[in-house]
């Protein structure tokens, strides 16, 4: 399976700043995917990175709190704008083939703490 | 829409003993079913899949998992849990696009 880095693997900031999260595949993938996790809870979906074209948004995420990049194949970004106490969160890509019969794969995770 | 329902937060089993995760599905049509398990401060990891064909699937670490069409359920399962299998553990569905539909996970806690 593809093997996924996701950068930072953990921060700390201030309220009212940004951040951006990296995520680099080892190859090409049709589909990547931005989570969050509260800790010891289950994932929701942010949105779906679409190469070459605007990120596709779940109900209660939009695009000016959460703008998503995705200029090739291999990579994304995601970032957290304008961040208060409530984004405190993990930050989850995954990567897929692309069909549904076949798993996503995650990175390990941007842990994220606002004061 | 698709939902999936893990019914115990948590689950206590001695070492040595098996252990079963529950999973109970609602989809429309033929459900592609998925278990992933997360360690602390990593992301989840895949250790089966349903697809179709045979009920009882095996996955990785010695995990399997038995689909039940009737009862739309597709529980984890494994012989003999190991302190080393305590960790979060996730049921996934996804019979619509790429859209995965998460469980709200069990923390499995393996007892020396």
């Known amino acids: 399976s593809a093997v996924i880095s996701q950068k930072p693997s953990r921060d700390i900031c201030q309220r009212g700043t940004s951040l951006t999260i990296q995520c680099q595949v080892d190859?090409?993938?049709?589909?990547m995917f931005w989570y969050r996790q509260q800790p010891g809870q289950s994932l929701t979906l942010i949105a779906t990175a679409n190469q070459g074209s605007e990120a596709t948004y779940e109900s209660g995420f939009v695009i000016d709190k959460f703008p998503i990049s995705r200029p090739n194949l291999t990579f994304s970004t995601l970032t957290v704008s304008n961040m208060s106490p409530e984004d405190s969160s993990i930050y989850l890509c995954?990567?897929?083939?692309?069909?549904?019969?076949?798993?996503?794969?995650f990175g390990d995770g941007t842990r994220l703490s606002i004061l | 829409a698709q939902s999936v329902a893990q019914p115990e937060d948590q689950v206590n089993v001695a070492e040595g003993n098996p252990l079963t995760v529950k999973c109970t599905y609602s989809?429309?049509?033929?459900?592609?079913l998925f278990w992933y398990v997360q360690y602390p401060n990593r992301g989840l990891q895949f250790l089966l899949k349903y697809i179709t064909g045979d009920n009882l699937v095996k996955g990785s670490y010695g995990f399997e998992a038995e689909f039940n069409k009737s009862q739309t359920s597709f529980h984890l399962k494994k012989p003999s849990a190991l302190v080393s299998d305590s960790a979060l553990y996730f049921c996934?569905?996804?019979?619509?696009?790429?859209?995965?539909?998460f469980g709200g996970g069990t923390r499995l806690m393996v007892k020396p």
């Open positions: 995954s990567v897929a083939a692309g069909y549904s019969n076949q798993p996503q794969h």
């Open positions: 996934a569905v996804n019979n619509a696009g790429n859209m995965l539909t």
């Open positions: 989809v429309s049509g033929n459900p592609y």
């Open positions: 190859s090409q993938v049709t589909m």
